[in-house]
């Protein structure tokens, strides 16, 4: 039946094709509401994403649970642009939290943001407030990328610690030589 009412000049066949195309787009475009409505219903939907996102990673860091803390921690991967309670809760964990993975994890996420300058003082600032070695040693690899004045003031006043880990005290020395030997 269609082969019968269907026209065989290509012309013909090429004008009902764009005909229909064109119907598409006209009901399409009414459909999506004068062509703003899904756009914004999208991106509205996306922000509320986002802010799921981000709650759920501050109440994971806040549980009791170490791997649940480690998860909150992970979560941090899907937030692009942290806002400071994301960003503080990350530093909260780093500093404070009573378990050596937690903080490594929360580091990790921390150096995610590592470009704004607030995430990489803090990171420098919180060496300096680290008693475990592995934490110290993760900072101090972080650290000694920046070759800034701020890290190698960090990275001094450390080696003034007289209770610092030897591993992490030849590390440091290490670390201050090969910045030095390359021009900082």
Do not use: C
């Not at 082969?3 to 004008?15: D, I, N, S, T």
């Not at 399409?28 to 991106?43: L, M, P, T, W, Y």
């Not at 921690?73 to 909260?92: G, K, M």
């Not at 592995?134 to 690899?141: C, E, F, H, S």
């Amino acid at each position: 039946l269609i082969e019968r009412l269907w026209p065989k000049q290509p012309a013909v066949q090429f004008g009902i094709a764009l005909v229909f195309l064109l119907v598409g787009y006209v009901v399409g475009f009414r459909i999506d509401g004068a062509g703003n409505g899904a756009n914004g219903d999208v991106a509205q939907l996306r922000n509320e994403v986002v802010n799921m996102q981000r709650l759920v990673m501050l109440s994971l860091l806040k549980t009791e649970s170490a791997s649940e803390r480690i998860r909150g921690a992970n979560w941090s991967e899907r937030i692009n642009r942290p806002d400071t309670e994301v960003t503080s809760a990350l530093f909260e964990t780093l500093n404070y939290d009573p378990v050596v993975n937690v903080r490594l994890a929360a580091l990790e996420a921390l150096l995610k943001f590592y470009d704004q300058a607030e995430v990489k003082q803090g990171i420098i600032s919180s060496l300096l407030r680290q008693s475990s070695p592995l934490v110290q040693l993760a900072l101090i690899q972080v650290i000694t990328t920046v070759h800034d004045a701020e890290a190698i003031a960090a990275l001094n006043q450390l080696l003034k610690n007289k209770d610092l880990n030897k591993t992490v005290r030849e590390h440091v020395e290490k670390r201050l030589k090969e910045m030095e030997s390359q021009g900082m």
